[in-house]
């Protein structure tokens, strides 16, 4: 599945719900997918995606989307406990699991060689897990998840594809735009 028509079916349901975004890659492709103020981008910020997205969920009654990464969430596997322990009830991780870490130049990542971050996620205690390869698979779970309660644990396995166009982040204009969003 490729990552960019993944990340639009995700944005086809999730409505207005906050979606905090992986670095890179990820960050470039929801940008283009849809530019919205509920879009949480995190460039640069490696491992922080789901971090980020768990502290939110604890603070809101809506659903949150974290669209994590393997290589980055490798980074901070620290995140995926917490959440277990936290059991957010309206906190969605979905991994984009590509195998790689993409945006440094497609360096295999741990999961590549038998890493299984769903595996991870049931031993710290999330219940909701799925493992999907294709786009029909990722729409059932999510659909799923967006019904009830959470915290759920996604990982799509996505193929390489072309890097898109660099989107044009500014940091500072994301964090005005996204509290906005909040407080109308
Ligand atoms: C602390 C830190 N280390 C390394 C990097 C460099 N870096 C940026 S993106 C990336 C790969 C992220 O991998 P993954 O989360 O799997 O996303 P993908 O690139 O595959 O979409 C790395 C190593 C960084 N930004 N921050
Ligand atoms: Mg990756």
Known sequence: MLRFEATQLILKHAGNRPIVANLGPTTDELWHAQHRDRNFYTYGNMGLCSSLALGMAVSTSEQV???????????????????????PKNLIVVVWDNEMWDQTGHQQ????????????????????????????????????????????????????????????????????????????
């Open 65 to 87: 989307i974290s669209l994590d990464g393997d290589g980055s969430l490798l980074m901070n596997l620290g995140t995926i406990a917490t959440i277990g322990r936290e059991q």
């Open 109 to 184: 990542s741990h999961t590549a060689l038998g890493t299984d971050l769903e595996q991870v996620a049931k031993s710290c205690g999330i219940t909701h897990t799925a493992t999907v390869i294709d786009l029909e698979e990722l729409e059932t779970v999510f659909r799923t998840a967006l019904e009830g309660d959470g915290p759920w644990f996604i990982v799509a396995k996505t193929e390489q594809s072309e890097y898109m166009p660099v989107s044009p982040i500014e940091p500072e204009m994301t964090l005005y735009r996204f509290r906005n969003s909040f407080s109308s």
